[in-house]
């Protein structure tokens, strides 16, 4: 598979020259953008946005396409002079990527942008440039760039299953449940925005940051969203995930909220949906891992929205064979994806029960997305949240955990809740 790939940009013509240096801390990354092609991770106001494009891989369907794109990006980063004066998580080489949730879509992109500027939220910035072979990388973060440009003239329209038929397919999903040996899958649906003009990931991504701050905002290839769910992360030989599943919505008041959340921990259905997921994760790093905590119990977690029971997965990775050598953060995104939080168990079962009720491609839809370094740290999350962004056009997606006590109305409701992220980032509405 590794021949079909598509690249593009400086590989095969020379060595990436990489240099990384300390900047004076720039605030808001998110707002230093100078134009709308960007790349982007940020929670809390760190993390890591770039632009422009050194080099891009775009991988064939397959499920070799992790491993085709790990092979790639090695290929890059080995070949790179590198001058990181900082040293750090996310400085260096970084690649951002995005990447589909069936193996038998096409699409999976890997970037690694000519400009990154890094932050780590205690004061600490750094810019790192990739430049041709000669080239003078710039002295500091440019100023000015297009002017953002608002989505306006919003029109919108039904996706591949108008709500009813989506019930439908909840139905179906509830009776194939109760009949046979699926225990959980997670059904999506899909809804279109089109603007008067290009759309501009560059405001959806300020107005994302800002209302949902404990999210990991993000944008790779035009897909943009703001995910509550870390699928991995990678600090050296240590690995975390949190793993979100059963939801409700939060209260118009103190006391309604409350009770919402004690509704929530109590939920026999919310549990069985949130242990699934929990258990995917668990099985998928326990062979990675030298030691890994689980939560014994989730806790509530509450987003502007909507809460969620979450559960924390720490551990330290295994070195393999004699040497220490480790799983890089996207490889250890492959083992975990699918989850069962966006797939469901037993995987295959869930998987092709996806695919026959959806009716459409998730494309990149609750994929693997974030970056990795050249020293295989980084951090990826669960697509979720999210809109793929094609010109005028963005193609919004929510899903939903169904069990056997799902309900196609209440599940149908929970996906308006879980749309309103991005149509509210469309439409400037909190």
């Known amino acids: 598979m590794l021949s079909r790939q598509r690249s593009r940009g400086h590989l095969g013509t020379g060595r990436l020259a990489v240099r990384t240096v300390t900047v004076p801390d720039p605030g808001n990354l998110l707002e230093r953008l100078p134009q709308p092609a ?9 993390g890591l946005a770039g632009w ?96 953002l440009s608002e989505p306006e003239a919003l029109q919108w329209s039904e996706g591949s299953l108008p709500g009813p038929r989506w019930e439908q397919a909840v139905a179906d999903a509830v009776t194939a449940i109760k009949a046979g040996s699926l225990r959980k899958v997670v059904l999506a649906r899909d809804v279109f925005a089109t603007a ?6 560059r405001v959806l991504l300020q107005r994302l940051a800002r209302r949902y701050p404990d999210c990991f905002t993000f944008a790779c290839d035009g897909m943009v969203g703001a995910t509550p769910e870390l699928l991995v992360r990678r600090d050296g030989r240590q690995v ?24 929530l921990l109590a939920s026999a259905k919310n549990h069985e949906e949130h242990a699934y997921a929990v258990v995917s994760i668990r099985e998928a790093l326990e062979p990675l891992c030298e030691t890994l905590h689980v939560d014994a119990r989730p806790s509530l977690l509450k987003f502007p929205n909507l809460q969620h029971l979450g559960t924390h997965v720490h551990g330290t990775l295994a070195a393999t064979g004699n040497q220490a050598i480790l799983r890089s953060a ?51 999350g669960i697509a979720l949240r999210s809109a793929q962004l094609s010109g005028r056009t963005a193609r919004l997606f929510a899903g939903c955990g169904i069990v056997a006590g799902s309900e196609p109305a209440a599940e149908l409701a929970e996906t308006l809740v879980k749309l309103q992220p991005m149509r509210g980032a469309l439409e400037d509405v909190d």
Request: net charge negative; hydrophobic share 45%; aromatic share 6%.
């Open 38 to 46: 960007v790349v982007a991770w940020v929670h809390h106001g760190a």
């Open 52 to 147: 422009g494009e050194a080099v891009r891989v775009t991988l064939p369907a397959g499920e070799d396409r992790f491993a085709a794109g790990e092979k790639w990006l090695r290929s890059v980063f080995d070949a790179a002079d590198v001058d990181d004066q900082v040293r750090l998580r996310g400085s260096g080489p970084v690649a951002f990527g995005t990447f589909t949730f069936d193996a038998s879509s096409d699409g999976s992109v890997l970037i690694v942008p000519r400009v990154i500027l890094g932050r780590d939220g205690r004061g600490l910035a750094w810019l790192t440039t990739v430049t041709e072979p000669g080239e003078t990388p710039p002295s500091g973060w440019p100023e000015g760039g297009t002017a």
């Open 196 to 201: 008067d003009e290009p759309i501009d990931v």
């Open 240 to 263: 975390s995930a949190l793993v979100l599943g059963g939801t409700l919505p939060r209260g118009a008041d103190p006391a309604q909220d409350l009770a919402l959340g004690e509704e």
């Open 330 to 380: 996207l490889a250890l995104a492959a083992a975990v994806h699918p989850p069962a939080a966006v797939c469901g168990t037993p995987t295959a079962v869930a998987l092709d029960l996806i695919r026959e009720l959806e009716h459409m491609d998730r494309e990149r839809y609750a994929g693997p997305v974030g970056w990795v370094d050249a020293a295989g740290n980084g951090e990826w």
